[in-house]
């Protein structure tokens, strides 16, 4: 493969990366847009109407929903990159060139640098979810008729918080790491 194959090769999928990058940002804010979405459906059905608190209470099942595609998105968003990466390194490595030139995806300095900021992401959207889920869960719990449906729908609705919550933050276990280095 010629440099100049290599070149549009890489710049490919440096563009590809950063699509990706952008669909995890995307991702995030139409999470945000859903759970804010069920939070004002879930203050409308609860005006106190008869059967408007059990009707609200079943609305709870649709933060664990949108958390858990959350939890799916992040990951082929990890997956997505971390092969990218790894691709990008590849071809970083042509000829040697990583070792004469800096080197994003084959130095672990800049990697590890990368990762440590990307993680304010996954803490944030850790965050974001287990605060919908309490949110949602407290808003149901307020209403005037909260019958024994609403405090088991309540918690299922923690409990999936709960692990999605971890879900996570696990998440970030399969980011891409650079491939050891020999020792000269």
Known sequence: MSIVD?????????????????QRQQSLALYVTIVLSLLAALVALGNGHAGSASRAAWLLLGFPLASLCLVFLN????????????????????????ERLPSFNTDARWTLAANKARKFHDIASAVLAAGAHSIGIAVVNTAPVAGSETLMLSAVTAAAGVAVT???????????????????
Do not use: C, D, M
Request: hydrophobic share 50%.
């Open 6 to 22: 290599a070149n549009y090769r890489f710049i490919a999928a440096a563009q590809e990366a950063n699509a990706r990058i952008a």
């Open 75 to 98: 990951y082929k968003s990890e997956a997505a990159l971390t092969n990218l990466r790894s691709f990008l390194s590849e071809l970083e490595q042509l000829g040697n060139a990583h």
């Open 166 to 184: 971890i879900a996570l933050l696990i998440v970030p276990r399969w980011r891409y790491q650079p491939a050891a280095r020999p020792a000269a």
